[in-house]
Nanobody, 123 residues
């Protein structure tokens, strides 16, 4: 199973970026997906999750109202649209998948991880 994230880069505060993550090697539509992030010197933290169908989502309080997670099961891709970016959103962003259909914010329930894509927000 491979997850390939892309879309990171440099943005100004108040700007937007959209991350994408393509999964291969398993039936994408059968599993929940999540996004996590890790800032330098900090632990990896939950950002957003989506269930197998896209009908249920969950967000960390720090991004609620600014970020939107979505998925397209036809092209095996999960997205994270990030609006109203803040300097504190600067981090490496990771997509991950669980072994079930139900979304979760618990890091240890994610079994496959992609390599991070770096997001840098300047003030």
């Amino acid at each position: 199973v491979q997850l390939q994230a892309s879309g990171g880069g440099l943005a100004q505060a108040g700007g937007s970026l959209r991350l994408s993550c393509v999964t291969s090697g398993r039936t994408f539509s059968a599993y929940a997906m999540g996004w996590f992030r890790q800032a330098p010197g900090k632990e990896r933290e939950f950002v957003a999750a989506i269930n197998w169908s896209g009908g249920s989502v969950n967000y960390a309080d720090s991004v609620k109202g600014r970020f939107t997670i979505s998925r397209n099961n036809a092209n095996n891709t999960v997205y994270l649209l990030m609006n109203s970016l803040k300097p504190e959103d600067t981090a490496a962003y990771y997509c991950a998948t669980t072994n079930g259909v139900t979304l979760t914010s618990k890091l240890d329930e994610y079994i496959y991880w992609g390599k991070g894509t770096l997001v840098t927000v300047s003030s």
